[in-house]
T-cell receptor, first 114, second 115 residues
Framework: AQSVAQPEDQVNVAEGNPLTVKCTYSVSGNPYLFWYVQYPNRGLQFLLKYITGDNLVKGSYGFEAEFNKSQTSFHLKKPSALVSDSALYFC????????????FGGGTRVLVKP | SQTIHQWPATLVQPVGSPLSLECTVEGTSNPNLYWYRQAAGRGLQLLFY??????ISSEVPQNLSASRPQDRQFILSSKKLLLSDSGFYLC??????????????FGPGTRLTVL
């Protein structure tokens, strides 16, 4: 069975500093990985995904993620954080079974301070 | 691109009352549809998914049920709500014809409080 771990409940970073949100995964077969962001009382917004190819994936709002097969990680990064990046971030892995289901991590709250 | 509507946006219901949450999708055909629950602003729990009209798969045995009467309509129901049913309910869709590895899109959610 697939699983995703986000080891940090919260990440605090000063505005303008680099931001990293960690994600590790466990899958049987090829990993298909996703990052979503959620603002308060809103649905999830898709940021980026890794399917195959280049290990560095670029997404929306200046975010990128690095896929590392040997470390089974897919960390989300942003070179210079903004206060508006404060939100809840979810990593997910596609379930290989029917229905194209996603298994989500527990989420990491990011707080960017001015 | 698809748009997902959910209503109501907010709901306060007494324990033991029935529930009906609706999700409709625009801009796509034959989508896979999903109901998630998010408790306490954290992790997402997949409740049900559907790959077609009348086809419902339940992920977690519980007090809730789901139905899909039309291709782009997904309904979450309960006959008698429990306190533990409180949470933020999210509907999501995925269009298989767009590719099996494409992302799910989420609706705006319904905040349910059971008192």
């Amino acid at each position: 069975a697939q699983s995703v771990a986000q080891p940090e409940d919260q990440v605090n970073v000063a505005e303008g500093n680099p931001l990293t949100v960690k994600c590790t995964y466990s899958v049987s077969g090829n990993p298909y990985l996703f990052w979503y962001v959620q603002y308060p009382n809103r649905g999830l917004q898709f940021l980026l995904k890794y399917i195959t190819g280049d290990n560095l994936v670029k997404g929306s709002y200046g975010f990128e993620a690095e896929f590392n097969k040997s470390q089974t990680s897919f960390h989300l990064k942003k070179p210079s954080a903004l206060v508006s990046d404060s939100a809840l971030y979810f990593c997910a892995v596609r379930d290989g079974a029917a229905g194209n289901k996603l298994t989500f991590g527990g989420g990491t709250r990011v707080l960017v301070k001015p | 691109s698809q748009t997902i509507h959910q209503w109501p946006a907010t709901l306060v219901q007494p324990v033991g009352s029935p529930l009906s949450l609706e999700c409709t999708v625009e801009g796509t055909s034959n989508p896979n549809l999903y109901w998630y629950r998010q408790a306490a602003g954290r992790g997402l729990q997949l409740l049900f998914y559907s790959v077609g009209i009348g086809q419902i798969s339940s992920e977690v045995p519980q007090n809730l049920s789901a139905s899909r009467p039309q291709d782009r309509q997904f309904i979450l129901s309960s006959k008698k709500l429990l306190l533990s049913d409180s949470g933020f309910y999210l509907c999501a869709c995925h269009t298989p014809t767009s590719g099996p590895y494409n992302e799910q899109f989420f609706g705006p959610g319904t905040r349910l409080t059971v008192l």
